[in-house]
T-cell receptor, first 115, second 114 residues
Framework: AQSVAQPEDQVNVAEGNPLTVKCTYS??????LFWYVQYPNRGLQFLLK??????LVKGSYGFEAEFNKSQTSFHLKKPSALVSDSALYFC?????????????FGTGTRLKVLA | NAGVTQTPKFRVLKTGQSMTLLCAQDMNHEYMYWYRQDPGMGLRLIHY???????AKGEVPDGYNVSRLKKQNFLLGLESAAPSQTSVYFCASSPRAYSNQPQHFGDGTRLSIL
């Protein structure tokens, strides 16, 4: 079965510093990977995805993610963190099971950017 | 451009009461999903639907029922609410034909069972 793991419950970073939120995956076949962000009292918002092609994927709000097949990782990154980036981040993998597309989510990582 | 709309946004129930959560999407998406979000557990799939008139069980279906009578609506029902069902419930939708497209989420329903 497909799965994703987010090893850090929380990441703290100073404003202006680079940030990394980690995600590792376990899939059979080619992975379809996603990052979402959740602000307080809101639903998840799509940030970026990896389907195929370049290992560095660029997304919304200046975020990017690096796909590493040998390390089975898909870490979210941003060169310079903003206080407004503070939120809950979810990694997800698409699963195709019994003819249906489903999405498996990690447990989430809370990012706190300190002014 | 509403996207995915969930009603109600908040609700408090007593144990044993029933209620229905409504999800509506205006993007003509085939797939719709209901998740619950609990601290430290991420999102867990309750039920999903691959099209009008069809539903299927997800990871944690016990205590819930769903219906998809119209393509744009997906209803989640609690027949006899239990405190363990206190959670934040999210509805999502996605296209079927374009399988690499992300899900679109509503803003959630915060449900407390006393």
């Amino acid at each position: 079965a497909q799965s994703v793991a987010q090893p850090e419950d929380q990441v703290n970073v100073a404003e202006g510093n680079p940030l990394t939120v980690k995600c590792t995956y376990s899939v059979s076949g080619n992975p379809y990977l996603f990052w979402y962000v959740q602000y307080p009292n809101r639903g998840l918002q799509f940030l970026l995805k990896y389907i195929t092609g370049d290992n560095l994927v660029k997304g919304s709000y200046g975020f990017e993610a690096e796909f590493n097949k040998s390390q089975t990782s898909f870490h979210l990154k941003k060169p310079s963190a903003l206080v407004s980036d503070s939120a809950l981040y979810f990694c997800a993998v698409r699963d195709f099971d019994s003819g249906t597309y489903k999405y498996i989510f990690g447990t989430g990582t809370r990012l706190k950017v300190l002014a | 451009n509403a996207g995915v709309t969930q009603t109600p946004k908040f609700r408090v129930l007593k144990t044993g009461q029933s209620m229905t959560l409504l999800c509506a999407q205006d993007m003509n998406h085939e797939y719709m999903y209901w998740y619950r979000q609990d601290p430290g557990m991420g999102l867990r799939l309750i039920h999903y639907s691959v099209g009008e008139g069809t539903t299927a069980k997800g990871e944690v279906p016990d205590g819930y029922n769903v219906s998809r009578l119209k393509k744009q609506n997906f209803l989640l029902g609690l027949e006899s609410a239990a405190p363990s069902q206190t959670s934040v419930y999210f509805c999502a939708s996605s296209p079927r034909a374009y399988s690499n497209q992300p899900q679109h989420f509503g803003d959630g329903t915060r449900l407390s069972i006393l």
